[in-house]
């Protein structure tokens, strides 16, 4: 039993995603890009339905708050599966805003190099092939992207001792 035991631990150390980051984890299929963890879905969902599983994930749409963000979430998805993915991005209000955050989108990012007219029912999307954000109604579906915050591992402090940990080695 314990080597059953040691063999599970050393199987989820290894479907670990470090970043370079100090002591930041993305637990697989996650993988860690610009100090968050993303999954790339390729199931095809509607917005909504998307939204939902990622909070069944624990996380949710991606928002793309940062250019370590936009480059490295277009960066990775060019090298492995090209195409189109929802984001939390949509219209709410009037306005094109991060539905997972409440932060307003960037403006630079938009085909075209404009921002489209934030009309209700509207979400925005990937585009690997042009490298921006365009937008269509939320009822079509597409991949799409879940995010959530990197696990972190926590230092012991120095006052208080090092836990032991006694892993036995299979034979």
């Known amino acids: 039993m314990k080597a059953n035991f040691a063999h599970l631990v050393l199987a989820m150390m290894l479907s ?6 100090a002591n930041g ?9 610009a100090g968050k ?14 939204e939902m599983v ?5 996380g949710a749409l991606a928002s793309v708050l940062t250019n370590d963000q936009y480059n490295g979430l277009l960066s990775h998805i060019n090298a492995n599966y090209a195409g189109t993915y929802w984001t939390s991005g949509a219209s709410r209000g009037g306005r ?17 190099n404009r ?7 509207n979400c925005a999307y990937f585009c690997s092939f042009t490298l921006r954000y365009w937008s269509k109604s939320c009822t079509n579906s597409l991949r799409f992207i879940c995010e959530k915050d990197a696990m972190v ?11 032991e940990f006694e892993f036995p080695i299979p034979q």
Do not use: K
Not at 96 to 112: L, S
């Open 54 to 58: 990622c909070a069944r994930e624990g």
């Open 96 to 112: 094109w805003i991060w539905v997972a955050n409440g932060n307003p989108m960037a403006t630079q990012w938009w085909g075209a």
């Open 153 to 163: 591992i926590q230092e012991p402090d120095n006052e208080q001792e090092e836990p």
């Open 16 to 21: 670990l995603s470090h970043s370079g980051e």
């Open 25 to 33: 984890f993305c637990v697989s299929p996650y993988v860690m890009i």
């Open 115 to 121: 921002v489209p007219p934030a009309n209700a029912g």
């Open 37 to 50: 963890c993303y999954n790339f879905h390729q199931d095809m969902q509607t917005w909504g339905r998307a």
